[in-house]
């Protein structure tokens, strides 16, 4: 029975990462309701699986390290760039991610989300480029982060849960 909820919030989780992505695409922002909507369904799946997947301290240890660990990305890069470079939205996110994953796998999250959010960009760019029929701005370029760092967290989730099984 409670392995039908775990599959519940798993799924639960991949959709609200696909709504987050397109609030942030349309408006730039992630809000703070879906976020920590994300983060209890974190929560309750890992009760229903009696953390057999990320162990206790690893769920609040993740939590910490997806936070802190992009809070002090945000912190240099506010203060290099003079302005806004990564919002708190997407600090809470990787918080949130961190609950799900643990504090190895919000660093591969991290990574992999960074990565997807790089050639999320370069394709923005190049297409731009094409339109206009310049060459492409790497410079002024600005796409929201909470898409990109969605797709780590969804590659993160995969190398984590990959053995989950529902229970008949």
Not at 39 to 66: D, K, P
Not at 102 to 120: K, N, Q, S, V, W
């Amino acid at each position: 029975m409670l392995s039908w909820i775990a599959l519940t919030c798993l799924m639960g989780g991949i959709v609200l990462l696909g709504m987050l992505s397109a609030v942030d695409m349309k408006t730039r922002l992630l809000p703070n309701e879906m976020v920590t909507g994300f983060a209890t369904l974190g929560i309750v799946f890992h009760l229903t699986t009696l953390a057999q997947f990320v162990s206790v301290e690893n769920i609040a240890l993740g939590g910490a390290v997806g936070f802190l660990a992009l809070f002090l990305i945000r912190v240099v890069a506010n203060k290099a760039y003079g302005q806004d470079a990564l919002g708190l939205g997407d600090v809470k996110l990787m918080g949130a991610g961190g609950i799900w994953l643990g504090p190895d796998a919000i660093m591969l999250a991290m990574a992999a989300g960074a990565t997807a959010a790089l050639l999320h960009g370069v394709f923005v760019a190049l297409g731009k480029a094409r339109k206009t029929g310049s060459g492409p701005d790497f410079v002024n370029l600005q796409i929201p982060a909470g898409p990109g760092f969605a797709v780590g967290l969804i590659i993160g989730g995969i190398f984590v849960f990959w053995n989950f099984r529902v229970q008949m």
